[in-house]
């Protein structure tokens, strides 16, 4: 078993990985007074120099020489997919605790891997599956906890977006399959994990993949082929967590011109329940939730006083992801099993394979 960071003294973090980890957890992790960012990783000198000269933070370029350090004891990750599974392990052998970025890894067999490794040698891994700290969705949550649409009969997530609708936007890892790209890493992880959480798990499933855009210009302005999917239509059952299962319709796409955004629909048998948001940029600042019992006319729902943000940012990422962080402080803490985890991480990504692999 690892051994808990004594409860005086704040938990020393390591940030690896400088886009999203720069700009969101890490503002994130400063307002958590149970964890201190201690270091950054980055494999490019010139971009590692750069973040360190920014936040006065030590920087390693060697992955052993992160993990050698003291004073780093939990890693956040948020590199591209295709070295998190071999940087999350190594990390996992160091026995640090980690906080994953999705996918977790390129195929379920490495999460169940990772899990297995976290769990023998008793490490805290979060999951950033930041939806489940937004109180919109956790209201909703409550909601259908409570019974506010009866049984689900029907389910409908759009999730339609126009972040890579232009054809010039560069071939990149996003545009290989091997890297962990696509539209069903980017939005199906967390749409699958949603209803996870939301309403059941996945049952039957067929799906279509589609690649609207075949070639990308790298960086010289040579046009390469794109393998991965940026359309994913998925028709599946959900097990409800009451009993029996209600069909689900998902669409996912990355390259939907004037798409209209994140939206999950529930019909059930005494109302409906509509979550979503047109914002195509803040996974907070947009979202609306609307209940309709049968008969009534819709509400519009906020959340209740105990789910809301005791602070916010400018950039609405940052306020779910420290409310993640700090139930991953908790458990590192406390050695209670860390949810989201590896465990939803892992259902997550059983279903984006399934999904790549049954059209």
């Known amino acids: 078993m690892a051994a808990s960071p004594t409860s005086q003294n704040p938990i020393g973090v390591a940030i690896a990985g400088l886009g999203f980890g720069e700009a969101v957890h890490l503002p994130a992790l400063l307002s958590i007074p ?39 004891e939990a890693v956040i990750i948020a590199t591209p997919p295709g070295p998190r599974y071999e940087l999350a392990m190594r990390a996992l052998q160091a026995g640090k605790h980690l906080l994953l970025e999705k996918p977790v890894a ?40 409570q019974g506010a649409v009866g049984t689900p009969w029907l389910v409908k997530l759009d999730w339609l977006m126009s972040s890579r609708a ?24 967390h749409a699958f994990d949603t209803l ?10 067929q799906a279509v993949t589609h690649t609207a ?20 239509l998925i028709n599946l059952e959900l097990e409800l967590h009451q009993g029996g299962v209600a069909p689900a319709q998902v669409a996912l796409a990355s390259v939907a011109r004037n798409g209209r955004g994140c939206w999950l629909e529930i019909y059930g048998s005494e109302g409906s329940m509509v979550l979503g948001s047109a914002n195509q940029k ?5 979202f609306t939730l ?70």
């Not at 996870?196 to 499933?205: D, M, N, P, V």
């Not at 590192?332 to 399934?354: K, N, W, Y």
């Open 290 to 359: 609307t209940i309709q019992k049968s008969g009534e006319a819709p509400r519009t729902i906020e959340p209740d006083e105990d789910l809301r943000f005791s602070t916010t940012w400018s950039d609405g990422r940052v306020a779910p992801v420290a409310r993640l962080q700090s139930w991953w402080a908790e458990s590192i803490r406390s050695g209670r099993p860390m949810v989201p985890g590896l465990a939803e991480g892992l259902a997550s990504q059983i279903t984006c394979d399934r999904s790549m692999s049954t059209h």
């Open 166 to 189: 232009n054809p010039e936007r560069a071939w990149s890892w996003y545009s290989q399959a091997v890297q962990g790209g696509g539209v069903l890493g980017a939005l199906g992880t």
């Open 196 to 205: 996870a959480w939301l309403i059941g798990s996945t049952g039957k499933l």
């Open 34 to 72: 149970e964890l201190e960012p201690v270091a950054l990783w980055h494999p490019r000198e010139e971009r590692l120099d750069q973040a360190c000269s920014s936040t006065g933070l030590k920087g390693h370029g060697s992955w052993d020489a992160l993990l050698e350090d003291s004073r780093v």
């Open 282 to 286: 803040d996974y907070v600042h947009g």
């Open 106 to 145: 390129l195929n379920a067999q490495q999460v169940a891997d990772l899990q297995r490794e976290a769990i023998g040698r008793g490490l805290s891994v979060a999951v950033d599956f930041e939806y489940r700290a937004v109180p919109l969705f956790q209201q909703a949550s409550r909601l259908l906890e």
């Open 213 to 232: 855009i075949a070639q990308r210009p790298d960086t010289q302005g040579d046009m390469k082929q794109v393998d991965t999917d940026d359309i994913a």
